[in-house]
Structure formats: structure tokens, C-alpha cells
């Protein structure tokens, strides 16, 4: 059986260079920025079975085009994009799919997020795992699914849980304690 060949494009962002892979069926692949092109691509193709660069189609530079404005801070809505998750294992499409309808600056936890699929809260450790294994970070949303209590949680993207704070402000989301109503005498 031959491999299904993905084409790429390594493209930059107001917060670095990005990846994305694609076939005839839909985006497959997305690599959240770092700071040099040649990091991005090593991260994308490490993850593809086979890769050449390409020229994007209509509906991959539409994608191009909405991270570049997810970047510059302006509100974007991902879930239109047409993806190909073939080969991914059928639990992790459904929380995919639920992580989808998260909607800019707005979040959930790993244990809701199990529950809303109806295994319960005793789930959130798959669900932490398929955000691990997001094959397209920021489409599918996974930097939007939290930690118990609202804390971070894990991020396996290029600057870890410093990177997820950092969009999830770009959404207008802060996590932490908040701000003291007044200030302190001392």
C-alpha cells in the first residue's frame, strides 16, 4: 500500500514560523510558530510519513490566511476548515470534534470535556492525551481545554504551557488569581 503523499507549506505568523500539511481530502497536519522556518518544518515532517513542499489550494490558503490573523489578535473562527483525521483513533476524533466547538476565549477542562462525551470525568486523562497528540494544534483548539480548577495543564507545543497562556490572551482569557478589587495599604 502506498503512502499517501502530504504537501506542506512552512509560512510566518506575527509569533513565528508555522506549518501545514494537507491532502485531497483536507488539512492533516499543523505545527503551532517557533522562531526559525527550519524548526517549524523539522517539527511538521517529523510527524508526516511523506512530505513535499506544495502550493497551497483556495481552502489550505484560507486556513493560512486565518492563523495569520489568529496571530495578529484578531477573533477567528477555525471549525469551517476541512480536516482529514484519517488514521487517528476513533475516541480521540470524537474529543477532536467536541474540542471544536469551543468557540474564541472560551475554555472547558479535560475532565468536562470527557463528561460532555458521556465517559465521565474518570476520562480526562484520554482526553489529555489526545490534545497531546493534536495533529493540528489551534484548529482543533486544544490550547482551550484546561487543567482542573482552570490551571494550564500540560502543552506539548514549541514554549510548552508559556505558549498556550500566550494564545489563550491573545483570546482575551487570563488565567491566575485575579486582580485584587483594591490595592494594599503597604
Not at 93 to 98: E, G, L, R, W
Not at 131 to 148: D, G, S, T, Y
Amino acid at each position: 500500500m502506498a503512502q499517501t503523499v502530504h504537501n506542506y507549506l512552512i509560512f510566518e505568523t506575527a509569533a513565528g514560523f508555522c506549518g501545514i500539511a494537507w491532502n485531497g481530502v483536507g488539512i492533516t497536519r499543523f505545527q503551532l510558530p517557533t522562531k526559525k522556518a527550519e524548526d517549524t518544518e523539522r517539527l511538521l515532517l517529523r510527524r508526516l510519513a511523506a512530505g513535499e513542499p506544495g502550493t497551497p489550494t483556495p481552502e489550505v490558503a484560507e486556513a493560512v490566511a486565518a492563523v495569520r490573523r489568529y496571530f495578529n489578535g484578531e477573533q477567528v473562527d477555525f471549525s469551517d476548515i476541512q480536516l482529514d483525521l484519517e488514521g487517528q483513533d476513533p475516541f480521540f476524533k470524537q474529543i477532536y470534534a467536541a474540542a471544536r466547538r469551543l468557540g474564541w476565549g472560551q475554555t472547558t477542562t479535560y475532565g468536562a470535556l470527557a463528561k460532555e462525551l458521556g465517559v465521565g470525568p474518570e476520562a480526562a486523562r484520554d482526553v489529555g492525551q489526545a490534545m497531546a497528540k493534536n495533529p493540528v494544534a489551534l484548529i482543533i483548539p486544544c490550547h482551550r481545554v484546561l487543567a482542573a480548577g482552570g490551571k494550564v495543564g500540560g502543552f506539548s507545543a514549541p514554549g510548552g504551557s508559556t505558549s498556550k497562556i500566550r494564545m489563550l490572551e491573545l483570546e482575551g482569557v487570563r488565567l491566575g488569581p485575579p486582580e485584587p478589587a483594591q490595592q494594599s495599604l503597604f
